[in-house]
């Protein structure tokens, strides 16, 4: 069972960005790509936990704001050093206004 | 000749591990042999000022290559063994206990040593960081209450005095400069570093010479040009660092404040690369300046570059030159080369951040500085890195108005 969970206005992140959502004690990186959609992983990245809402959004990769590790938010996978674990992913869907994500039961 | 010689990396730390992953990534399926001085597997230091002397637990290795990761990857790695000579006619490599190793290509990724005080008494309390064994050694010296002395207010010398102030130390920096951070980091970032470690507690001395240093198994005395002498149970030394040339300067490989290589990374002897803090390159954005870095991104992006080449890519390095270092909760991050700017704008950002654009004459991006909490200058370094790699001459209201950085990168065709 998918839990929903209301994150944020779809309009409070901006084109090809990024923002940090924390809920229950965790921290997840909801997307907004160049053309509109949206993507959650985790908010945290694979090499030093550091919050990758700092981070550059450039097409469908987000860059780690300390060492530049890249990952692909749209699939969580970790492209090149020194990141070599991938980003977990979550589904999300846009509610009218609302971007909600699916967080296990 | 030995055709299945394969390739051995001279160096195992970040630039060596990662030329001999690159290789892998690449498809090489010939021996590759990473070779390195010290026991351990092959490590990041960035951590070792920060994290390792923090850890409150026991420290753990930052390692870039595990046992398994080796295994899979096919790569042998030969650790506590240093490469005394090359035989380059003959294509060896011999190590100090006498093995002779063949190959075909050869890397040399062996880092940069500190720079060691001239004069100095023997003791446990002077100390020296750059390896793990250092981190570990310095790691028992830091407690509450005692007195950390640090020597040079650069990088490594600052980080280790706010990582000693996070224990309750007291913290000493002697800098015989007028500043702190005389080198590639403009002056109003050093201030604001400078007050952020004396805001913290840390007492800066700058414009002092060091005069003597009396040192046992308990105590360093140093005494200083304005006639005081600081009492402290121990002495960090961070005065720079110098590449280890002693190997290629006994081959007859050309050397030039560093290993001089190519737009390639190949050194003046056919097959024989290096790469990382160990080498200096010409920098094409920069009018193809003589460079060596010592920076970590700097080590990696070569390793991954000189892996490609080594198997005949004949790739141009040209990425941005980048650093960051971690104070307190406080971020400082450099793309480009200050010292090429000649004229200085400044942007403010939220909770005291800033960035500094440095432009040419020409007014062209050269270089972006910034410092504030957390990461909060990491997005705008980044974006100033594309438009420096990019060339590009920004309009200087964009740059103080705030304007998304984003919008000044040229649009993909
Ligand atoms: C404490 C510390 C903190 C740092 N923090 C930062 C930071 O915050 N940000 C940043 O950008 N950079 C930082 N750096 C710099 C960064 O770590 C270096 O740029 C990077 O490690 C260089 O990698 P390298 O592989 O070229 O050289 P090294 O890491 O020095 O590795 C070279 C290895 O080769 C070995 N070797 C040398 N000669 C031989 C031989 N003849 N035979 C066998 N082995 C040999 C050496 O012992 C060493 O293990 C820091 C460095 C230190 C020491
Ligand atoms: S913390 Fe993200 S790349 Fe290191």
Known sequence: MTNWVDACAADEIDQED?????????????????????????????????????GLVIDDTIECPKHNGRFSYKTGEARGAPVCVNLKTYPVKVEGDRVMIGLGA | MNGDAGIIIVGAGECGARAALGLRENGYRRKITLIGDEVHLPYERPPLSKKVLLDHAEPRLPAVLNDL???????????????????????????????????????????????????????????????????????????????????????????????????GAKVTVIESQERILKRGVPELIAETITALHQRNGVAVKCGVAVLGIEADERHVGISLSDGKVIAADVLVVGIGAQPRTELAVKTGIAVDNGIAVNEHLETSIADIFA?????????????GRRLRLEAWRNAQDQGILAAANLMGAARCYQAVPYFWSDQFDHTLQIAGLVDEGRTVVRRDLDDGAFILFHLDAEQRLVAASGVGPGNRIAKDIKLSEMLIAKRIMPPIEALTDGVNLKSLLPKAA
């Open chain 1, 18 to 54: 990024v923002v940090r959502f924390d809920h229950a004690g965790r921290t997840f990186a909801i997307y907004r790509s160049p053309d509109d959609e949206y993507f959650v992983t985790d908010g945290l990245c694979t090499h030093e936990k550091i919050h990758l809402a700092d």
């Open chain 2, 69 to 167: 990761a080796l295994a899979e990857k096919a790569i042998r790695h030969i650790g506590g063994a240093s490469a005394d000579a090359i035989d380059a006619a003959g294509k060896r490599l011999i190590l100090s206990d006498g093995r002779a190793l063949s190959y075909d290509k050869l890397l040399l990724t062996t880092g940069a040593a500190p720079r060691r005080l001239a004069n100095t008494p023997a003791s446990s309390r002077i100390l020296y960081l750059r390896t793990m064994d250092d981190a570990i050694a310095l790691r028992s010296h830091i407690r509450a209450n005692m007195h950390v002395a640090v020597l040079g207010g650069g990088f490594i010398g600052l980080e280790v005095a706010a990582s000693a102030r996070s224990y």
């Open chain 2, 275 to 287: 790469a990382g803090d160990c080498c200096s390159f010409p920098h094409p954005l920069y009018g």
